[in-house]
């Protein structure tokens, strides 16, 4: 997998760059007829790796779904981060803000 190009299209794009699924499939895996979530799950591993991380969290399998990629060690990618784990402590139970999801039901499962 090189995700060379991707990195800096982020980089050059302020931290953050929207990508089709198809384009990400065409760097991870060119000779793949069709994206898997164990494909899915092992991109995920490699933005993680670089230093990048997605939304939604977990990669759909269509290729005609579209996704962010963030700079994890930007602002955005921090902010992501944090949401991220507050809807991780939603999902236990635990928010220290019950109602927050309320008011944002489509973050909710982008982000966990």
């Known amino acids: 997998m090189d995700f060379t190009i991707i990195r800096h299209a982020v980089e050059v794009d302020h931290g953050i760059k929207r990508l089709s699924m198809r384009f990400i499939k065409k760097h991870a895996a060119p000779e793949r007829a069709r994206l898997s979530s ?21 990669l759909p399998t269509s290729e005609n779904e579209f996704v962010w990629i963030i700079q994890r060690d930007s602002v955005l990618g921090e902010v992501a981060a944090v949401a991220a784990a507050l809807a991780h402590l939603d999902k236990l139970g635990l928010s220290p803000l019950p109602q927050i999801f309320a008011n944002y039901p489509r973050a909710k499962g982008d982000l966990s």
């Open 38 to 58: 164990e494909l899915c799950a092992k991109i995920s591993d490699e933005f993680e790796r670089i230093g990048l991380t997605t939304l939604p969290r977990i």
